[in-house]
């Protein structure tokens, strides 16, 4: 567990330095936004997923990426002014570079069939 949230919060301070409206300010504050991004995703990203399912369908699937999106922002809103997204499409752009990154870097990590 203390390794998934290492890689969560490497994650979180690559992407915010990838992106020029993403600021991270400590770097230690990267933690947080971890713990509070993956309780965002965990409890209120399912329920908004179902509620926006008609509009999600109608999509085919891409107002998924405005959801993501608006978690970025809630979680920017939580813990400001340590973690601050400049608008939406910041935020929007975060969410993908941080799918991508945290993707590259848990390849990296012990998987449970080696211990």
């Keep these: 567990m203390i390794t998934r949230l290492f890689f969560s ?5 690559l992407s915010a330095f990838i ?7 400590p770097w230690w504050w990267a933690v947080i936004v971890a713990i509070v991004l993956g309780f965002i995703n965990a409890c209120i990203r399912p329920l908004v997923k ?15 990426f405005v959801i993501n999106g608006l ?14 997204v400049d608008n939406f499409w910041w935020a929007l752009g975060f969410s993908i570079v941080l799918t991508l990154v945290s993707w590259a870097l848990h390849l990296f990590m012990p998987s449970k069939k080696n211990r």
């Design 50 to 64: 179902l509620l926006a399912l008609p509009i999600n369908f109608l999509t085919l699937g891409l107002f998924t």
């Design 71 to 84: 978690m970025v922002m809630l979680c920017s809103w939580v813990v400001r002014p340590h973690f601050e």
């Design 19 to 25: 992106l020029d409206g993403v600021t991270v300010d």
């Design 9 to 13: 919060a490497l994650a979180v301070l």
